[in-house]
């Protein structure tokens, strides 16, 4: 947690733009966006594999949010017209960036996926989360701190992303294991705070009786969190990132728990991954860069 590093966000933002020399590999490293504590941490991560490697020429893109996803398969088409080594990128919409991947492919340029995986098959790895795995940790963590019984929503992100679907799922699957536990609304929320308030509120006043909210990311976990104190309610709130403030919020009791997946090694193994598939080396098809339940018991261990 010490290498968290904050940048302000931008709309497309561009980290590197040196001449290629010899021996040198352009990486383009496509993120989702640029605006949340998430990003910044995968983008951290990126540009530590590029210090520590003076062959890795880095440049950092990002759309304006994460439902931009025209703008995304705009920037991948540019960076194809500039010229670049490999791609790695975390699409906005598989079926809407799986054409643009394709093009890359067909081009020479292999393509690593991170953070939302696809069902394409010629990309050259996969670097990112057990997503069914995180869900399946914060819904057994909720169902036992309710004891088996109680009602629960889930916030999830953008309809049809990866992510959201898994963390979705694995937590569904977790709450079937207890009769007592009536999963009562699913709610998408973008991946966005404030309308993870909104919807939080909405869920709140149509179930009053509201036991927990599992939020699919802590972005919109934090915009739940104030509907919840705003209401004063007792509702537990759980989310997914362990990003700095929902740490924070962990350790003063307001948030229940959080999910860490590990952003910076999203970033750095990502890019580092590229870089050997750009040299033709053989890399793992799927590198799983892990999860973590932080709660109040476990939040001052993982923040040292």
Known sequence: MKRWKMWMACCV??????????????????????????????????????????????????????????????????????????????PCGEEELTPVMIKAH???????????????????????????????????????????????????GIIGHSPAMNRTAGAQEAFAKYPGIEVVAVQPANWERALGMTVAENLLST??????????????????????????????????????????????????GTVAQNSFNIGKIGVETAYKAALGEKVPAHIDTGTLLVSAETVDDFLK
Do not use: Y
């Not at 966006?33 to 530590?48: D, H, I, P, T």
């Not at 020479?108 to 670097?127: C, E, H, L, R, Y």
């Not at 209401?231 to 919020?249: I, K, N, Q, T, W």
């Open 13 to 90: 933002l561009v980290l590197a733009a040196v001449p290629v020399g010899a021996g040198e590999v352009r990486v383009s490293f496509v993120c989702r966006a640029m605006n949340s504590e998430f990003w910044q941490s995968v983008r951290a991560g990126a540009l530590a594999a590029a210090e520590e490697n003076p062959n890795i020429v880095l440049t950092v893109m990002a759309p304006d949010a994460e439902t931009a996803v025209q703008q995304q398969v705009q920037i991948v088409e540019d960076e194809l017209v500039k010229g670049m080594d490999v791609l790695v990128i975390a």
């Open 106 to 156: 067909e081009q020479g340029v292999p393509v690593v996926v991170m953070d939302a995986d696809t069902s394409w098959q010629d990309k050259v790895a996969f670097v990112g989360t057990n997503n069914v795995v995180g869900g399946n940790m914060a819904g057994e963590f909720i169902a036992k701190k309710l004891n088996g019984k109680g009602k629960v929503a889930i916030i999830t």
């Open 207 to 256: 179930h009053p009786e509201l036991d927990a909210l599992f939020c699919c990311s802590d972005a919109m976990a934090l915009g739940a969190l104030e509907a919840v104190q705003a209401e004063r309610s007792d509702a537990l709130v759980v989310g997914f990132d362990a990003v700095p403030e929902a740490c924070a919020r962990v350790k003063d009791g307001r948030m229940a």
